[in-house]
């Protein structure tokens, strides 16, 4: 079969050349010693380099035949060369082994930069090309490209000098792409700081003479304890990452198998707060409020519904007492647990946070509406900040696809 790439013209001086042309196979066979440990590498989807999996003993090791690959090399996977995992392998996984399923070459570099090859590599259409290459059914594990069909891969190959100045303006084009990204997420983080400057600065006017137990109407209560999927369709279940961005995210539900007996006071009802209880660090304590769609839903257990006395209390103003940093930092010293990733608050933890019991319900609401206002600004910036994401995501692919057209 002819190659596509074949039926699109190039510019003067420019070739298509099949892998066979500018590879030659590598052959470091080794026979792993039982007592001896490994470290075997893996390659990402789509370009995204050569990296160690994992560190095994050659007894752990099924097939005790193995490949030494090198820096310099190009090694790629059977199974998903159809996905991009292409690389050229770097210094960090020079000496490591590879199985059978991840063939390793040599580059010429008389012929090709290897540069340009790593480039190459992030293409989506190499990653077509090995997809109509590879042998197999479509399922994942099935679609495969075996070594005597890689020489059939072709590459856009310009003289080597111009593959030096395109890899160049590429690099180029890239390192301002990164520049952007690097702005936008400092742009994020200080939106993000700022917010929390401002509601610290609104709390701390205020006296905390009471703790949060004094307007408490319904005591945090941890969730039902039952196995639960996403694919089941018994209760609904709120999962601990639905109240992560200080609010309840009603997509991060799972279900019970169905037939589960929930006490009344599991039932959630709109206005109930949400904290979880566990988690990690940086999650626990984060809270949102109950909308009306959840009603009759339950929690996970390591979250808490909690409900507060409507007349003494406003449910939106608790939340941002809860972001506050002054809170945060009561939740951070009162956690416990031996496991670093999940860490936890009881309710007595949570019953005695300090909260300002004296401040009228209209201040409480005036501070809403002055925090409301702000929150909409950071998320209309939020917003526009995914919008410039989305564009950046979409330069580098564009780059490439003029670069190995000879447009760049």
Request: one cysteine or more.
């Amino acid at each position: 079969m002819r190659p596509l790439e074949f039926n699109r013209t190039l510019p003067q001086g420019w070739r298509f050349a099949s892998f066979s042309d500018v590879f030659r196979r590598a052959e470091r066979k080794v026979t792993l010693d039982e007592s001896a440990s490994y470290n075997c590498v893996g390659v990402r989807w789509y370009g995204n380099g050569a990296f160690v999996r994992q560190n095994l003993l050659g007894m752990n090791i099924a097939r005790k035949q193995q490949w030494i690959i090198r820096a310099g090399d190009v090694v790629y996977n059977k199974l998903f060369a159809w996905k991009g995992a292409f690389a050229i392998a770097d210094d960090s996984v020079d000496g490591c082994i590879v199985s059978d399923k991840f063939p390793t070459y040599e580059v010429d570099a008389a012929l090709v930069d290897p540069r340009l090859l790593a480039w190459y590599f992030r293409t989506p259409e190499l990653a077509k090309q090995a997809e109509g290459l590879s042998k197999g059914a479509a399922a994942i594990s099935k679609l495969t490209l075996n070594p005597p069909q890689f020489w059939d891969l072709t590459l856009p190959l310009p003289p080597l000098d111009e593959q030096r100045r395109i890899v160049a303006r590429i690099e180029e084009l890239a390192a301002k792409i990164e520049g952007a990204r690097t702005l936008r997420r400092e742009t994020a983080t200080l939106s993000r700081e700022a917010m929390e400057s401002f509601i610290e600065d609104l709390m701390r006017r205020l006296p905390t003479e009471g703790v949060l137990g004094d307007v408490v109407s319904f005591r945090p209560r941890s969730g039902p304890s039952f196995v639960t999927s996403p694919d089941w369709t018994g209760t609904r279940v709120l999962m601990p990452s639905s109240v992560t961005g200080f609010g309840v995210d009603t997509s991060r539900v799972e279900y019970g198998l169905g037939g589960e007996k929930i006490s009344p006071k599991d039932r959630l009802l709109p206005g109930d707060i949400l904290i979880a209880r566990g988690n990690k660090r940086d999650q626990v304590g984060n809270a949102g409020i109950v909308p009306l769609e959840a009603e009759g839903w339950v929690c996970a257990n390591l979250l808490m519904r909690m409900r507060l006395d409507e007349h003494k209390a406003d449910p939106d103003y608790c939340i941002y007492w809860f972001r506050a940093p002054t809170t945060r930092r009561y939740v951070a010293t009162h956690m416990t647990g031996t496991n670093p990733n999940i860490q936890k608050i009881n309710q007595k933890t949570i019953l005695a946070l300090p909260f300002p019991t004296e401040t009228s319900l209209s201040e409480q609401r005036r501070i809403v509406a002055e925090l409301n206002a702000l929150q909409a600004k950071v998320d209309k910036l939020k917003r526009l900040q995914a919008e410039t994401a989305a564009e950046l995501d979409a330069l580098l692919p564009s780059i490439l696809d003029k670069a190995f057209k000879g447009a760049l």
